[in-house]
């Protein structure tokens, strides 16, 4: 299952509870009436329960962004991949979005695989940097990433960051050695 950065991942006449529904109706056979209380259940993990009526014209880009984590989780996959899921969001949505996404996960055990342009986001949500290069994206480095480096502003995400930094901007394709 994937999560992307669109906001216009959701069937547009369906209303959030719809999308949710659909998902687990189309991609888990599941009964329409198995289907509701499952897709209500996520609305309410993720903090929508009061709008599974709305459509998705109504609701705010972060909004929509926890009807599709919602669809998502609701399927539970092996894997989900999250393509930039908060790339277009304000930067206070982002972090609450970023800590939802860390708590769903350590909730169910599922694992996400992040993909992300900010060194700062992937050392925020992410158990394992996989570091590439610009141009032509290779493998740079794998960085693990304790716990308590999590938190901006701390000496060990600042160290953390840097070695990224470095890693990644001094690789042989961008003429550094």
């Not at 687990?24 to 289907?35: I, Q, Y």
């Not at 669809?71 to 930039?84: H, I, K, Q, W, Y």
């Not at 050392?123 to 570091?131: D, M």
Request: proline fraction near 6%; charged fraction near 25%.
């Amino acid at each position: 299952m994937t999560v992307f950065q669109e906001f216009d991942q959701l069937l547009p006449w369906r209303t959030v509870l719809g999308n949710v529904r659909y998902a687990l109706e189309r991609g888990k056979s599941m009964p329409r009436r198995d289907a509701e209380g499952v897709a209500r259940r996520w609305l309410e993990r993720v903090g929508l329960k009061n709008f599974a009526d709305a459509f998705p014209h109504t609701l705010s880009g972060g909004m929509k962004q926890r009807v599709a984590i919602a669809r998502a989780f609701s399927l539970e996959p092996a894997l989900l991949l999250m393509d930039e899921p908060f790339a277009a969001l304000d930067a206070l949505t982002r972090r609450q979005m970023q800590d939802e996404l860390l708590k769903l996960c350590e909730e169910t055990g599922n694992t996400a695989l992040f993909v992300t342009h900010g060194i700062d986001e992937a050392i925020r949500v992410g158990t394992r940097i996989l570091a590439l290069t610009p141009h032509p994206g290779r493998l740079a480095a794998i960085f693990d990433v304790p716990p308590d480096t999590r938190a901006r502003g701390t000496a060990g995400f600042a160290e953390l960051e840097r070695q990224i930094q470095e890693t990644v901007f001094s690789a042989p394709e961008l003429g550094h050695v």
